[in-house]
């Protein structure tokens, strides 16, 4: 496998440091993924994961790490981007020996990675990473931690909104509007309720039922729709993708109502270019990584010692930078995702070249 050529892509400087770590006792193997610490330590999660080949980890981890410097840059944090993956299956080989021979692997970076809960890991998880490693955020309130991450991530994702429904329509708010949320998980739960507070109608779904079964109690004016098919054609004004990637895809796009797309799920994009498919539509879309970017602001905030306020208070400031890209966006003729990559990549060399000045 070449790691080295896999990592140079057209839009890609590539990563500056990919670490393989292994403990045949406890059956660890992870891969460990630096893109970029030019704004400060690399931050991004641990998601774990029964992989089908290593080749698929590398990739996913190449993919996700690049993501996260894109993240914590428009997020406004001094992080760089990092994500690791542990391969194998949980439910089999999740130990406390694992965990915490995965923890001396981070530990072993000295500082140049800071990782968090991803799929597959938890706040416990963190808690005996942490054992091992100072490196770590996204542990539990015990711990000193920021504790459930989807409190700030729907936050941030209303807040995006927001910004979206003032470019849109020209006032911020929601109330008035038709909102389709597709998934009612920690993230789609908690939007629900600032939409109906902001004097939204929702419409939602999910495959489970019991997320229905809640949505019933906590909000019966929500109305409930049988899939996400369902959800995109019908009459809604804004579609929230809060459930898995890829629901912006060659299918989903032309049978779309809405007229803005903002939500939580990250790599809602099923390919490049469908961003173009999108603004050819007149949808308006604003980036997952920069309106999701309220759950690692929240995990970021530990690494100062957790202050719930702080955190929110920067997570609030998703609405103006969403507003930003959207006008840069129009302002360059280019979609908003272009934008935001633009906007990430200016203070990635603007802020990160401030390191060549030198200090004692
Ligand atoms: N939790 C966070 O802090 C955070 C931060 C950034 C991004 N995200 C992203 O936001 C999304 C939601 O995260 P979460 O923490 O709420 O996850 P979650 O697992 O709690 O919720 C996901 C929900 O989507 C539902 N779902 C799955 N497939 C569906 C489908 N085809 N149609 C409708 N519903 C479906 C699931 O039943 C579940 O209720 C994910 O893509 C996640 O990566 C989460």
Known sequence: MDVFASTEGPESDGHEQVVFCQDKQTGLKAIIAIYSTALGPAL????????????????????????????????????????????????????????????????????????????????????????????????????????????????????????????????????????????????????????VDDGASVVATDVNEAALAWVRQAYPQVDVVSDATALISSDIDVYAPCALGGALDDTTVPALRASVVVGAANNQLAHPGIEKVLADRGILYAPDYVVNAGGVIQVADEIEGFNFERAKLRATRIYDTTRQILQLADAEGVPPAVAADRLAERRMAEVGRLRSIHLR
């Open 44 to 195: 991004g999660g641990t998601r774990f994961y029964p992989y089908a080949t290593e080749a698929e980890a590398l990739h996913d981890v190449l993919d996700l790490s690049r993501g996260m410097a894109y993240k914590n840059a428009l997020a406004g944090l001094d992080l760089g981007g990092g994500k690791a993956v542990i391969w194998g299956d949980p439910d089999r080989i999740k130990s406390e020996p694992l965990l915490r021979a995965y923890g001396r692997f981070v530990e072993s970076l000295a500082g140049r990675y800071y990782t968090a809960c991803d799929v597959g890991t938890y706040v416990a998880d963190m808690d005996l990473v942490a054992r091992e490693t100072r490196y770590v955020t996204g542990r539990s309130v015990e711990h000193g931690g920021a504790g459930d991450s989807s409190v700030l991530t729907a936050w941030g994702v209303f807040q995006g909104m927001r910004a979206a429904a003032e470019h849109a329509w020209g006032s911020p708010t929601l109330a008035g509007r038709r909102v389709g949320v597709a998934g009612l998980g920690k993230v789609g739960k908690h939007l629900t309720g600032h939409l």
